[in-house]
């Protein structure tokens, strides 16, 4: 199961109430159900803003974010999130970790584990289920991360600069991790970049955000397109100069 995803006219603002600074002004953008879209953009421009008001973490000033039709009130079950810091608990096993996650859905206990060596499996650290974040290694933490997240068998999974801490081939693998998760769930994917190459190599569409405030400023659907590398480093540039 998944669910689409819908930005209407989201506009958000930090700072104080009178003189707040608007990081998005107005955004719109769908995501359907089971797709997987880049969120590609320079760095201050209202990635993580997106995304953390996808996931409920932070409140649209104007404007709303639907997750299937329904407006976000506050963070819920139905949204994994990969953050770039694993933000593991360092005192419990891996399997400890992704049981936490599983206590706000009043799961019992033989249930919790059971989900949490089965998204363990899912991300191809069965054999790492009761080992420490310190015994792991950078990869293996992030995949973790990502139990955690699609444990409690959410509808979307958010992903903001998930692979960003980790080295070339690490990140290599975990890409591909992640494009066959996709797959084999089906889930609706929204991952936060600021690598295009990233970006092309695993979305079926890239969306450019730039300007400040942030608004969509390309939306590109056919990411294998000749010139397209090019073309949205050109726009990522225009994003720096606005
Ligand atoms: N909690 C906050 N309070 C005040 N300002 C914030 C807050 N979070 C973000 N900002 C500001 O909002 C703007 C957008 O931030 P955001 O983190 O969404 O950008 P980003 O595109 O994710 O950048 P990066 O690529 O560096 O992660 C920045 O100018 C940032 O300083
Ligand atoms: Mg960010």
Redesign the pocket.
């Known amino acids: 199961m998944s669910q689409s995803i819908r930005l209407d006219a989201l506009t958000v603002g ?2 104080s109430r009178r003189r707040p ?1 608007t ?1 998005l002004d107005a955004t719109e953008l769908t995501l359907p159900a089971g797709s997987f879209t880049a969120l590609l ?1 320079p ?7 997106v995304l953390n008001a996808v996931a409920g973490f932070v409140r649209p000033t104007a404007g709303r974010v639907l997750v299937g039709g329904e407006p976000v009130t506050a963070p819920g079950a139905d949204r994994g999130v990969v953050f770039q810091h694993y933000a593991l608990f360092p005192w419990l096993t891996a399997r400890g970790n992704v049981e936490f996650a599983l206590k706000r859905l009043g799961l019992p206990r033989a249930e919790r584990r059971r989900r949490a060596l089965e998204a363990l499996a899912e991300v191809e650290l069965a054999d790492g289920a009761e080992k420490y974040p310190a015994q792991l290694s950078g990869g293996m933490q992030q995949r973790v991360a990502l139990a955690r997240a699609i444990a409690a068998e959410p509808q979307v999974l958010l992903l903001d ?1 998930p692979f960003g801490a980790l080295d070339a081939l690490t990140r290599a693998r975990m890409q591909e991790l992640l494009i066959r998760l996709w797959h084999r769930t089906g889930l609706t994917v929204l991952f ?1 970049t ?1 690598d295009i190459d990233e970006a092309l190599a695993l979305a079926e569409r890239v969306v450019v955000l730039g300007g400040r405030p942030g608004r969509v400023v390309a939306d590109h659907t056919d990411p294998s397109a000749p010139g397209l590398r090019e073309l949205i480093s050109r726009q990522l540039g225009h994003g720096h100069e606005a």
């Open positions: 930090y700072g600074t990081v953009g760095s201050g421009c209202g990635k993580s803003t600069e936060v600021h």
